[in-house]
């Protein structure tokens, strides 16, 4: 069930330090809730930091999604089993790996004329509880606005 959740504030995003660890982003969070500030959307740069915030927050006494939405980047195997469950970006990362190393075996053989590549992956959205809907959806959805109010 895709989410109705929709705010009229302009988008203020905060980029804290997460590092793609949990500890680091659990430390970011806690030095970046002393200053009291007013905010309901957090969207981290991988799944670790996310839990770290999410850890961190509820530490405090905000409640995910009620107080603050909260999605991740990579949807890692844990993040569904999360409580609440993450939503995340859905990035095809074994794919790309993959996809990495071909390219780079493919420039060793042509030197010292290798061929630049662009290649674009898809990703989705995947939309469980932590953005604020009352129902989880692991299937593709579109991306919620608040996606765009805060970043971790």
């Not at 809730?33 to 981290?44: C, H, K, Q, T, V």
């Not at 980047?73 to 071909?102: I, K, Y």
Request: glycine share 4%; with cysteine.
């Amino acid at each position: 069930m895709p989410c109705t959740r929709r705010s009229s504030l302009a988008a203020t995003p905060e980029l804290l330090r997460g590092d793609f660890d949990e500890t680091i982003a659990e430390q970011s969070m806690k030095e970046f809730l002393r200053g009291e500030p007013s905010f309901d959307a957090i969207f981290a740069a991988d799944d670790e930091s996310a839990w770290g915030a999410m850890t961190t927050l509820r530490v405090a006494g905000r409640r995910v999604p009620e107080d603050v939405a909260v999605v991740g980047f990579d949807d890692v195997l844990l993040s569904h089993h999360l409580t609440p469950a993450l939503t995340t970006v859905h990035a095809p990362v074994q794919e790309a790996g993959r996809l990495a190393a071909t390219l780079l075996m493919e420039a060793i053989k042509q030197q010292p004329r290798a061929a630049v590549h662009k290649v674009l992956l898809p990703a989705h959205l995947v939309a469980r509880c932590s953005y604020g809907c009352s129902r989880p959806n692991s299937a593709t959805a579109a991306a919620p606005a608040l996606l765009q109010r805060a970043a971790l």
